[in-house]
Structures are given as structure tokens and as C-alpha cells.
């Protein structure tokens, strides 16, 4: 490889939000660009995500790419295999072969006065653009606890699974209840000789309702383009309907708190057990789960659903927080992602300084896709971006129309660089607090990993409807960009 490769655009990471773009961007036939992508293959969290039982929670025809309908799905919620399939067909289809970069892992971005420099582990790429979709669920969080790095069995996290180590017959703890463990749970349930759950805080569950589709209508939409679309925009409004009880609204968050305590009772007959499981918070503050087997799994004579968090592990005992030692084979960590804390962002140094610097305090982007300081930059699926009620796809969707319309803002003014300004980003961070501020993330009793830590902002989720998310993002607007002052007064 040469000293440097130069392309109009360098996008990180070949998930959703990558692929999504580089179909974009191949379709239009105008900008040179390449997928930067670290591992060997195509489909972020769908690729390293391979747990048993791994699916997703958003129906299958909406958890797809509008200009790429998949007429074909086989069950309403589609198992994680067939998604990553979905995504390899799109990127093999499409033909961004070329483009993509596999094994090139991005090392370090810094912005040079006029292009992006970017030094990867595969050689170097000078950008006009930099768009950074790496996505919030791609570095996993392992507790640092004492003794797990001693403990005498397999540890693994669960978005790392280890298909080579052997769980059957043996005693399998897993820690968390998130949406991942719901799903972990009962695949290992009566597999495992005996399963050990570590439960910090219980989750809000409701129905799943999945089936799988009939040939019949894999067919009828195959044959017919619009009602395949109807379905989608029917799924649609059915999921924007849930934001009124993220808002705190009555009867809407009280029908929501019903369904999930009336599911409860009728799947958890044993008192004891059905009090453990009730959260103390309200729901929606943190990620529902949507499950049909989870409860019966915990019922199990052959599992143990333990109270507390894991606190420490003594060569092959994992002790709780409550004192009960628990002799295991095995620890499987479902314990989530560093979310509001992007680890890229040590990684892209702007005009002003790292980003991870300019976020100390919490994420921030102006329309959630453009940071002050950082030029010709976007970020895809990042600050406020994401949603607690609907498919991430439509989101991701808006954000990749904001970018292209940048391109073209761009094309017709060469060599002027957009930045946003630093009022324009901020005037939009107090929108999202004001909109934040009476919702069940910020007033709901919990602590989740859709707020930052430190300075207690929701800062991962669009506290508003998708519909308004695109309404208000989904068109580039230049006004709040400083493209025609000297980007080095401030």
C-alpha cells in the first residue's frame, strides 16, 4: 500500500448504519469511498453476536432497509443469523466489495486543516469525509471483578461467544437480565445441568408474540411489492404508539405497566419467585424486554434465579452480593456495552482536540450527526440517535439522508469544509434536554445505560417520535454550519 490512499469518503464500520451507507453511496455513483471495517466479515452486532437464541426485538419488516425490502423473512421477529445473511446479501448485491476493507481497523483519525487522516492497521486514508458508524453496541463491558480473571472455567461476554466451550451438563452462571440474558436463559435452560442467573435489577417483560411466517405469505409478499410495504408502515405506527408511555403518559404508561405485571402473574405462578421479578422501577426506564419464555425458564427447577449481582469469584465459586456462593463451570457475562462512553471516540482527534475529550461531559452532536470541532465529520447512530420505542433502522435511514445531502452541500462548494457551530450544537443539546426532561428515562427510579453516568443527560436515545427525529434531522440544513467563516476562529 502506498504512503496514503486518498477517497472523498472513509466510513467506520460495516454494520447497519456502514452497509446502509455504502449502498447510498454506490447507488449514486459520485464519491470514491471505502468501509472501514476491523473484523473479517460484514454485519456488527449481527456478526458478533452468535449467543444461542440470539434474535432481534423489532419485527423483521421493519428491522430492514427501506430501499432494500426482504420480502422473505421467516418468522415476525428474525433470528440473528438470517439478519447477518441479510446484511452480507446487501453488501455482496450491491457491490461494495470494492470498497469494503476487512481486518482494517481504525487506529487513529485526525483532521489535518483540509482532509481527515486516517491510520488504520491496513495503511492510511486521507478523507474529505469522515462518517463514523461504529454503532453504541460494539465494545462489550466486562465488570472488573475480583477473581473473575482466576475463574478456573470458560469466561466469556456474550456478544464473544465461545462456540468451542461445552456447556451442556455443566453449571452455567449468567450474569444480567438485560435483552440479551432473556434470550441467553432459555436456550441454556435444561442444557446446562443446572443455570445460575445473578440478577441486579429485574427487567419489565412483555409479550413477543413471534411466529414464523407461512409460505403463503412469503410468497403474497414476494408478489406483491406494496404489501410488504403496508406491513411496514403498519408495524410502524403500531411501535410509534408506544412513545406516549416513555412520556409519562396516562392511561398510556398505565396499560403498558398492566400488560407486562398481567404477563407476569400468568407466567410466574409461584409468589416468591413473581415478587423477585417485579421491578421496583418504572417501566420503560430501562430496555423492556420482550419475551415469551424467559419466565417459564426461571421457573426451572434447574435454575436458580439469584437476587443480587455477582460481587466477587473464588476460584470456581461465583459469590453474590447477597453472600450465596454458587460452584459453576462456566460464567457468561450479558452484560451490556459501553454505550454513552463510545471508545472511538479516543481515537478522532478534530480541530479542538480528541473527541472523547470534547464529550467529557456527555455525548452531544448538532442533529445528532455533526460535532463542533470536528469537520467534515458525522457520526451515524451516536449522540441521541437511538430510540427505546422503534426500529433503529428508520433512524439510521434519516441520518444517512442528512450525510448524503452534506455531500452534495459539499460538491457544490469545493474545498470550503462544513463544521457546525458551537451555538448551533448547543441550542440543539437544551432541545433534547427540555424534550428529555419529563420522560420515563430521566423520571423512571433507575439507573440505565441510556444516560450518561456523569452528567446524568440522556444522551443515547431521541426522547421523541422517529417520525420527528426525521422531520427534524432528516433534511441537511447548511444555516447551523459555519462553511464560509475561517474555521480557525473557534
Given at each position: 500500500?502506498p ?26 455513483r ?5 468501509l ?20 432481534c ?51 487513529h ?13 491496513a ?21 472488573e ?22 456447556l ?20 441454556l ?11 441486579r ?21 414476494a ?29 398510556d ?37 420482550i ?9 426451572r427447577?434447574?435454575?436458580?434465579l ?18 450465596a ?5 462456566a ?8 454505550t454513552?462512553?463510545l ?23 448538532h442533529a ?32 444517512i ?49 441510556y444516560?450518561?453516568?456523569a ?36
Amino acid at each position: 500500500m502506498p504512503d496514503h490512499v486518498d477517497v472523498d469518503v472513509a466510513v467506520v464500520g460495516a454494520g447497519f448504519a456502514g452497509i446502509g451507507l455504502g449502498v447510498r453511496l454506490a447507488r449514486r455513483r459520485r464519491e470514491s469511498f471505502v468501509l472501514l471495517e476491523r473484523a473479517h466479515g460484514v454485519g456488527g452486532t449481527w456478526r458478533d453476536n452468535r449467543y444461542p437464541g440470539v434474535a432481534c426485538d423489532v419485527p423483521s419488516h421493519l428491522y430492514s432497509y427501506s430501499f432494500r425490502p426482504k420480502p422473505d423473512w421467516s418468522r415476525v421477529f428474525a433470528p440473528g443469523p438470517e439478519i447477518h445473511e441479510y446484511l452480507r446479501e446487501c453488501a455482496r448485491d450491491e457491490g461494495l466489495d470494492p470498497h469494503l476493507r476487512l481486518g482494517t481497523e481504525m487506529q487513529h483519525a485526525r483532521w489535518d486543516g483540509t482532509r481527515w487522516r486516517v491510520a488504520t492497521s491496513a495503511g492510511t486514508y486521507r478523507a474529505k469525509v469522515l462518517v463514523v458508524a461504529a454503532g453504541r453496541l460494539s465494545e462489550p463491558r466486562i465488570p472488573e471483578l475480583p477473581g473473575l480473571s482466576d475463574f478456573e472455567g470458560p469466561v466469556f461476554h456474550s456478544a464473544r461467544w465461545d462456540g468451542a466451550a461445552e456447556l451442556a451438563g455443566r453449571r452455567v452462571g449468567v450474569v444480567g437480565t438485560g435483552a440479551s440474558a432473556a434470550q441467553i436463559v432459555p436456550a441454556l435452560a435444561g442444557a446446562a445441568s443446572h443455570l445460575v442467573v445473578f440478577q441486579r435489577t429485574p427487567p419489565w417483560v412483555v409479550p413477543r408474540g413471534d411466529r414464523a411466517y407461512s409460505d403463503h405469505e412469503r410468497r403474497a409478499f414476494a408478489l406483491d411489492p406494496a404489501a410488504e410495504r403496508a406491513l411496514r408502515e403498519e408495524l410502524f405506527d403500531e411501535a410509534e404508539h408506544a412513545i406516549a408511555a416513555r412520556r409519562r403518559v396516562r392511561p398510556d404508561i398505565d396499560r403498558l405497566r398492566e400488560r407486562a405485571l398481567g404477563h407476569l402473574a400468568a407466567q410466574v405462578p409461584e409468589p416468591d419467585l413473581r415478587a423477585r421479578l417485579r421491578p421496583d422501577y418504572e417501566i420503560g426506564c430501562k430496555r423492556i424486554v420482550i419475551s415469551d419464555d424467559l419466565y417459564p425458564a426461571l421457573g426451572r427447577d434447574d435454575v436458580t434465579l439469584e437476587p443480587s449481582a455477582l460481587a466477587r469469584v473464588e476460584k470456581s465459586t461465583a459469590i453474590a452480593a447477597s453472600g450465596a456462593h454458587h460452584p459453576l463451570d462456566a460464567l457468561v457475562l450479558a452484560t451490556g456495552f459501553w454505550t454513552t462512553r463510545l471508545p472511538f471516540a479516543q481515537r478522532i482527534e478534530g480541530r479542538v482536540g480528541l473527541l472523547a475529550e470534547r464529550w467529557a461531559d456527555g455525548m452531544t452532536a448538532h442533529a445528532s450527526t455533526a460535532v463542533h470541532g470536528f469537520p467534515n465529520m458525522f457520526v451515524v447512530n451516536g449522540p441521541n440517535a437511538s430510540l427505546g420505542h422503534n426500529s433503529a433502522v428508520y433512524m439510521i435511514e434519516t441520518q444517512i439522508d442528512h450525510v448524503l445531502g452534506a455531500l452534495d452541500h459539499l460538491a457544490d462548494r469545493p474545498g470550503i469544509p462544513l463544521e457546525v457551530t458551537a451555538e448551533a450544537e448547543e441550542a440543539y443539546t437544551r432541545e433534547i434536554d427540555a424534550m428529555s426532561a419529563d420522560t420515563v428515562w430521566l423520571r423512571g427510579g433507575c439507573d440505565s445505560w441510556y444516560v450518561d453516568e456523569a452528567s446524568g443527560r440522556l444522551t443515547l436515545l431521541w426522547p421523541g417520535t422517529a417520525r420527528s427525529f426525521r422531520a427534524r434531522n432528516g433534511t441537511f440544513d447548511p444555516r447551523p454550519y459555519g462553511a464560509a467563516r475561517a474555521l480557525d476562529g473557534g
